[in-house]
């Protein structure tokens, strides 16, 4: 038993005639007679009573109404296999760190869901290391994130450089400054991210290089959270300029000289994934095309 046998059953029924239904499945009468003949000698049951009228069995009523479901289901499999092939259906697991996380991806997620209604997206929020691990495990398709440590089995391609500023109270001593140097951040409570943070880490050698180790820091485990923080008056910041609009009451900002505590920022997979396929191809193409075309729009 097969699905163009199961069809053609279906449309012997629903015209009450062999003819009909080869031509609608566009087969030789002799064909249609040779497969209901062995669907019947398959199910060890007579389905159809031949004459001058066709009708159906008791048998082939009760199979009828059953096999129409499964012909419904089977022509819903093959089209979503279809649609999978192609693209435009599957599930994507994505990791995701801040900023873009909540201030780039859903914008573009609503237009590339609206487009695909038939891909689901789940979405994961960590930061680079952790998302690294779960790409390694096979636990996500790809990654938003910065660039990955050296020597790991995954495929880094740069997008862009994460800008950042400083965010200071405007009541600070520092926003007495037209530009602030990593050097002026020594005798003031600087406001950072987690230990496990890239952006913390890169800021800690950037410091140690400076001959500034040891600094008046608070720990802020948010990066999307460090502008309430500063806004509140506990410190001074370094955030992404991409989370300053609006910015916070009572705070201004400053450009930091040169693009030393910038970050890359780009899409990760595993070296064995890329090129990327299918559904996943089709989001990282269009993460790509979003974020440059903003890009551009600012330069």
């Keep these: 038993m097969d699905l ?37 000698s398959d199910l060890g049951i007579q389905l159809i009573e031949r004459g ?15 096999s129409m479901q499964i012909v419904k289901n089977m022509e819903q499999l093959q ?18 760190t801040e900023p873009t996380a909540s201030y780039r991806l859903p914008v573009i997620l609503k237009k590339f869901i609206s487009d695909y209604p038939k891909i689901h997206v789940s979405i994961e929020f960590a930061n680079t290391p952790v998302l690294c691990e779960r790409l390694l495990m096979g636990e996500l398709d790809f990654a938003l994130c910065s660039a990955p440590d050296l020597g790991s089995e ?14 200071i109270p405007e009541n600070h001593p520092l926003a ?12 003031h409570r600087l406001l950072i991210t987690s230990a496990t943070c890239p952006y913390r880490r890169k800021l800690e050698m950037v410091m140690q290089e400076l001959g500034n180790s040891s600094l008046d820091t608070m720990e802020i485990g948010s990066m999307t959270a460090l502008k309430y923080y500063v806004e509140s008056g506990l410190g001074i910041a370094l955030v992404p ?29 595993r070296s064995s994934d890329f090129p990327l396929k299918l559904a996943s191809a089709k989001l990282y193409q269009r993460i790509k095309q979003e974020l440059f075309e903003k890009l551009e729009r600012r330069q």
């Design 4 to 40: 163009k046998t199961l069809k053609t059953f279906q449309l012997i029924v629903k015209y009450g005639s062999f003819n009909r239904a080869a031509e609608e499945m566009n087969y030789a009468q002799s064909t249609v007679t040779m497969q209901i003949q062995k669907l019947e």
């Design 52 to 66: 001058k009228k066709i009708r159906l069995t008791e048998a082939g009523r009760m199979f009828h109404e059953q």
């Design 79 to 96: 089209a979503n296999l279809s649609d999978l092939q192609l693209g435009e259906a599957g599930n994507i697991r994505i990791g995701v």
């Design 154 to 167: 995954l495929y880094f391609e740069p997008l862009f450089k994460e800008e950042f500023v400083v965010l």
């Design 176 to 187: 007495e400054k037209p530009v602030i140097v990593p050097a002026d951040f020594q005798g």
């Design 241 to 269: 300029k991409v989370v300053l609009n609006p910015l916070p009451e009572g705070t201004t900002v400053r450009n930091i000289c040169g693009n030393r505590i910038d970050m890359t920022f780009g899409i990760l997979c």
